[in-house]
C-alpha cells in the first residue's frame, strides 16, 4: 500500500537516480561558471588585482583566456538551464548538484592558478613582492573545493539513492 | 601562430582621422553611398512591414515583438554606417568598435529573432514561396547555412580584417568599408541564423555541434580581441586601443551572452515536450497536463525546428 506522500517522494528519488549525471553535469558547469565570474568581477574589476595582458602572456595563455571566457559564459547559463529541467522534473538533487559546483569551481580554479598564471603566465593574481604567497593560497583554496567536491559527488552516486527508494 | 609578427596595417586611419577632424566629412562620395544605404534600409522596413500587415489581414497575425526586432536591426545595422557614429568610427578606434559591435553582432541578431524567412513563406504567393523553399534546401544553401561555414566566415572574417592590410585599406576606400561592413552584416547574421534559427531549417545541424561552434567563435572573438590590445593596430594610439579592445571583449561578451540564452531556451523548450512530471511513467503526460508547467508556444510563434 503506497500513500500519496511516498508515492511523490519516491518518483522524485527515481528522477534523481535516473537524471544522476545531469544533476551533476549542471553544478560542475555551474561551478566553473561561478569560479570564473568571481575571478573576473573580484579580481578584475574590484580588486584590479590581475591584469588584462600583461606583456609576459604567451600566445598559448591568449587562447586559453579567450576558451575559458567562452566557456565559462556558456557554463553558467546552460548550467541554469539545465538546473530548471531538473526542477520541473522533480529530478534536482541539492546535494548532488552542490558537489559538482564545488568540484568545477576547484577545477577552474587550479587550472586557472597553476596552467593560467604559471605555465601560460597569462597574468598574476597580483604584482607584489611576495606573490608565492597568494599562489600557494590561491591553489590551496582550489584543491579544498575540488576535494569537498569529490567528496559531495562520490557520496550522492545513483546506487546511495537507489538504496533511498529501496528503503 | 605568432601574434605579434602579424602584418601590420596601413596608416590610413591614422591620416582618416586627421582628415576627418579638418574637413568634417570624412569621406569624398559618401553622400551616394549613405543614400542607397539608406535607400536599402527603408526597402527592408518597408518590405516587412507590409508582409507582416498582409499576413495580418490574411488572417495569421504576425506578432509585433518581431516587427520590432526587424526595425531595430535594421536601425542597428544602418547607425554602424551612416551618421555621426559611423562618421566618428572613422578615425575613432572605439567608436569603430561600437559600430563593429552594432552591424557585426547585435544588428544580426535582431534579424534574426525577426524571422524574415518565416514571414516570406507565409505571405509569398505559392510560385515565389515554392522558389524562395527550394532555394533554401539546395545543396549550395545548405553548405553556406551550415554552423561550421558560418564560423569560418565570420570568425575567419574577423582575422582577416583586423590583422591584414584590410584595416587599413578600408578607411581609405569608402567602397572597400562598404563592402567589409556588408560582410560583417551577413556573416553575422548567417552565424547567429545557424546557432538560433527560428526560420525553418530544412536540415538542423545537431545541438552538440551548434554550441561547439558558438564556444570557438566566442572563444575567436575574446583572443582577437586581446591580440588587439596587445599588438595595436598601426595608426590607433595605444589609450584607444586598450579601451576599443576590451570594449570588443567584454560588450561583445554580452550579445554572445543572449545568443547562448537564446540557444538554451530552444533547447528547454524541445525537452519539455517529452517532459514526463516525476518521470515515473512514461507516456502518462498529457499535453494538457504540460502545457501548465512549461511556457506554451503563442500560436503566432514560429515553429523553429519542426517546421522543416
Redesign the interface.
Known amino acids: 500500500m503506497v500513500t500519496v506522500d511516498s508515492a ?1 517522494a ?3 528519488w ?2 534523481r537516480v ?2 544522476s549525471g545531469q544533476n551533476a553535469w549542471s553544478g560542475i558547469l555551474f561551478g566553473v561558471g561561478l569560479a570564473a565570474f568571481v575571478d573576473e568581477a573580484v579580481f578584475h574589476q574590484l580588486l584590479h588585482w590581475h591584469h ?2 600583461d ?1 609576459g ?1 604567451t ?1 598559448l595563455g ?2 586559453s ?3 575559458f ?3 565559462s ?2 557554463a553558467t ?2 548550467a ?2 539545465m538546473l ?2 531538473l526542477r ?4 534536482l538533487w541539492w546535494l548532488r548538484w552542490t558537489g559538482g559546483v564545488l568540484l568545477g569551481s576547484g577545477v577552474f580554479q587550479l587550472y586557472d592558478g597553476l596552467v593560467q598564471h604559471k605555465v601560460f603566465s597569462l597574468h598574476q593574481i597580483r604584482y607584489v613582492e611576495d606573490l608565492w604567497l597568494y599562489d600557494v593560497t590561491w591553489n590551496g583554496i582550489a584543491i579544498a573545493l575540488l576535494v569537498a567536491g569529490v567528496v559531495l559527488v562520490v557520496m550522492t552516486r545513483a546506487g546511495r539513492a537507489r538504496r533511498n527508494i529501496d528503503g | ?3 605579434s609578427a602579424l602584418p601590420p596595417t596601413a596608416a590610413a586611419f591614422a591620416a582618416s582621422a586627421g582628415s576627418a577632424a579638418s574637413a568634417g566629412h570624412p569621406h569624398a562620395g559618401a553622400p551616394t553611398l549613405d543614400a542607397l544605404i539608406l535607400a536599402a534600409a527603408g526597402l527592408a522596413l518597408f518590405l516587412y512591414i507590409a508582409a507582416a500587415v498582409a499576413s495580418r489581414r490574411g488572417g495569421r497575425p504576425w506578432p509585433w515583438h518581431r516587427v520590432g526586432c526587424w526595425c531595430a536591426g535594421v536601425v542597428a545595422a544602418v547607425v554602424a554606417v551612416v551618421g555621426p557614429v559611423a562618421d566618428a568610427a572613422h578615425g575613432d578606434f572605439v567608436m569603430h568598435m561600437w559600430a563593429h559591435l552594432l552591424i557585426g553582432m547585435l544588428a544580426p541578431l535582431l534579424l534574426v529573432l525577426a524571422a524574415p524567412v518565416t514571414l516570406a513563406l507565409r505571405t509569398l504567393s505559392v510560385t515565389p514561396a515554392r522558389r524562395l523553399s527550394r532555394l533554401l534546401r539546395s545543396g549550395p544553401a545548405t553548405v553556406i547555412a551550415h554552423p561550421v561555414t558560418a564560423l569560418v566566415l565570420s570568425a575567419g572574417g574577423l582575422w582577416v580584417i583586423y590583422r591584414t592590410t584590410v584595416f587599413g585599406a578600408m578607411h581609405a576606400n569608402p567602397l572597400l568599408l562598404l563592402v567589409v561592413h556588408a560582410h560583417l552584416l551577413l556573416a553575422g547574421y548567417l552565424f547567429t541564423a545557424a546557432l538560433i534559427g527560428l526560420d525553418p531549417a530544412p536540415h538542423a545541424p545537431r545541438r552538440t555541434v551548434q ?1 561547439v561552434v ?10 582577437l580581441a ?2 588587439l ?2 599588438f595595436p593596430l598601426a595608426g590607433v594610439p595605444v589609450a584607444s586601443a ?1 579601451e576599443g579592445a ?1 570594449l570588443m ?1 567584454y560588450a561583445g ?1 554580452f550579445v ?2 543572449a545568443i ?2 537564446v540557444f ?2 530552444q ?2 523548450r524541445a ?2 515536450r517529452r ?6 511513467a512514461p507516456g502518462q503526460a498529457s499535453p494538457g497536463h504540460t502545457a501548465g ?2 511556457p506554451a508556444r503563442a500560436s503566432t510563434a514560429v515553429t523553429s525546428r519542426s517546421a522543416g
Open positions: 511523490v519516491r518518483d522524485s527515481e528522477a535516473a537524471r588584462f595582458y606583456g602572456t600566445e591568449l587562447i583566456d579567450g576558451l571566457h567562452a566557456v559564459w556558456f547559463i546552460a541554469l538551464f530548471a529541467d520541473r522534473r522533480g529530478a | 601562430m605568432v601574434f554550441a558558438l564556444v570557438l567563435a566566442m572563444a575567436s572573438h575574446a583572443v586581446k591580440t590590445y596587445a586598450h576590451q571583449y561578451a554572445e551572452a547562448i540564452v538554451c531556451a533547447w528547454y525537452a519539455g517532459v514526463v512530471p516525476g518521470e515515473a508547467r512549461l
